[in-house]
């Protein structure tokens, strides 16, 4: 598998890399201890060095704590602080104990602080001095908290939504990345699996074990009519999921893309062969689609009204 620069960082990362929430079992149901090691051993054949966890993803840590090993310094490791009552300081001394590692290369607030919260920048900084972790994230969603962000001096990488379905808010940070020079990792490329081509109008899923299962009808209706229209691209790219996974990668200031891997099947599926490159007539193409569909939009304040009233109803 190919590499590129994490940022600044001097770390190269593989441009595709094993995402751990789905195999801690907590939110896209069960995975059998074995087939999670199987799942992670496989990725590392196929040349993928780069995980990406959290505190909260199930049995995620603990499993990965299993895994590494005898191979810890072929893997970079991320992980996350997502708000626990012990606070950063503690949680990330009870990560590496799960983990058995002495250090995180990368460690990310699992959302942009702002106000008090801001204060964590500082303790992640003493967590960097200590050695305890290499580099400082912040897991994000939209442009506003990517500036905001980067207003902080310490930031190494921004993990980001990046997919068919979200150019924002990595479209228009651009320039400001670039002059950053931060590192960027993607995620939810496959919007909910919707961009593979399995699921459509009709699917549904586990309550029990599933987030997905908390979707309302017309979420799943309105995701199944947006995803399919990227099939038009088919004879450009191969077929839907190849579409999905080469557009994050196609934008340069990307360093890997992070993609959830159940079993071996998906990693094979998603961490197997090389995306094809995508032109730029097929990104103009794409782009034509995205404008057609209103995704990527900044939404006005009326439109974010009526979409919350429409699901209030039960409209689709």
């Known amino acids: ?92 001394d009870e990560q590496l104990q799960r983990l058995r590692t002495d250090r995180i290369e990368l460690y990310q607030i699992h959302w942009a602080p702002r106000g008090r919260d801001e204060a964590l920048y500082e303790e992640l900084e003493r967590l960097r001095r200590s050695g305890k972790i290499r580099f400082v994230g912040v897991s994000l969603r939209s442009a506003g908290d990517v500036a905001h962000v980067l207003r902080q001096p310490g930031i190494d990488v921004l993990q980001m939504p990046v997919s068919l379905l979200d150019p924002e808010p990595l479209r228009s ?22 961009l593979t081509g399995k699921y459509g109008a009709a699917s549904r899923f ?49 360093s890997t893309l992070i993609l959830s891997c159940k079993d071996r099947a998906q990693v094979d599926a998603n961490l197997g062969a090389p995306p094809a490159a995508l032109g730029e007539a097929a990104l103009g193409r794409i782009e034509e689609l995205q404008r057609a569909l209103g995704v990527g939009e900044r939404p006005s304040v009326l439109r974010r009204l009526w979409k919350r009233a429409r699901g209030l109803l039960g409209g689709t």
């Not at 590494?68 to 606070?87: C, D, H, M, T």
């Not at 651009?174 to 990792?185: E, K, N, T």
């Not at 088919?234 to 996974?245: H, K, V, Y």
């Open 206 to 254: 586990d309550a029990a074990g599933d987030q997905r299962g908390e979707w309302e009808a017309g979420r799943i209706a309105e995701l199944a009519h947006q995803a399919a229209a990227f099939d038009e691209l088919s004879g450009e790219t191969g077929n839907r999921l190849a579409t999905a996974l080469a557009y994050p990668l196609s934008f340069a200031e990307v």
């Open 173 to 194: 940070s651009l320039p400001l990345l670039r002059s950053r020079g931060v590192g960027v990792i993607a995620r939810s490329a496959l919007r909910g699996g919707f």
């Open 1 to 92: 598998m190919r590499t590129r620069p994490l940022g600044r960082t001097g770390l190269a990362v593989s441009e595709r890399g094993f995402g751990a929430w789905a195999i801690g079992g907590a939110s896209y149901g069960a995975v059998a201890t074995d087939v999670a090691l199987d799942a992670l051993a496989r990725a590392e054949e196929l040349g993928c060095n780069f995980v990406d966890t959290a505190a909260v993803y199930g049995e995620s840590e603990a499993l990965l704590g299993r895994f590494l090993p005898g191979r810890r310094e072929r893997w970079i490791v991320a992980s996350k602080y997502s708000g626990q009552p012990q606070g950063l300081t503690a949680l990330v």
